[in-house]
């Protein structure tokens, strides 16, 4: 994937708690959020520049 875009979401997509834009073409992206709280779901959403040529995978460790 190139161009990436990382965010941490809350309460079914309706609060972005942390967000990590594109830096370069190829790049390791993380996002840091202190202050999760037990029980309480989060999503991640992953996107990248618009164009095929963009498209690919990532990992989530």
Known sequence: MQYPYLA???????DRVGLRNRIGQYTDLEVDYYGLTPGVVYYISVDNLTGAGYRGTFNCV
């Open 8 to 14: 941490l979401w809350s309460r079914e997509w309706h």
